[in-house]
């Protein structure tokens, strides 16, 4: 059973830069972590994920440049560093995870079993 508990959401001005933190219990050396989002009226979408066996990791278009995912398992926390943040990334950010043996599988949502409870991040224009 893996466990999730976001932070770090909050209010800044575009062009600001936030810090997402998600700290999780169960964890094993092969799974896909990843950050969603989710807009008032939209679906959630997968935002950057990054596979534990290998390290790599993979970003939405619309992020690219931007965020960078990271993973600590000395800590057991995974990170979404956001800069150059504008109002279309206002949206509750949620962390998610599942375990894997296969790095393709991060790029399916409705592979994440475990989620956060969701943080919220607003940015003003």
């Known amino acids: 059973q893996v466990q999730l508990v976001e932070s770090g959401g909050g209010t800044v001005q575009a062009g600001g830069s936030l810090r997402l933190s998600c700290a999780y219990s169960g964890y094993t050396s092969r799974s896909c972590m990843a950050w969603f989002r989710q807009a008032p009226g939209k679906e959630r979408e997968g935002v950057a994920s990054?596979?534990?066996?290998?390290?790599?990791?993979s970003y939405a278009d619309s992020v690219k440049g931007r965020f960078t995912i990271s993973q600590d398992s000395a800590q057991n926390t995974l990170t979404l560093q956001m800069n150059s943040l504008k109002p279309e990334d206002t949206a509750m950010y949620y962390c998610?995870?599942?375990?894997?043996?296969?790095?393709?599988?991060?790029?399916?949502?409705?592979?994440?079993?475990?989620w956060g409870q969701g943080t919220q991040v607003t940015v003003s224009s």
């Open positions: 990054v596979y534990t066996g290998a390290g790599s990791t």
């Open positions: 998610a995870a599942h375990n894997s043996p296969y790095a393709w599988t991060c790029a399916g949502k409705s592979n994440y079993i475990y």
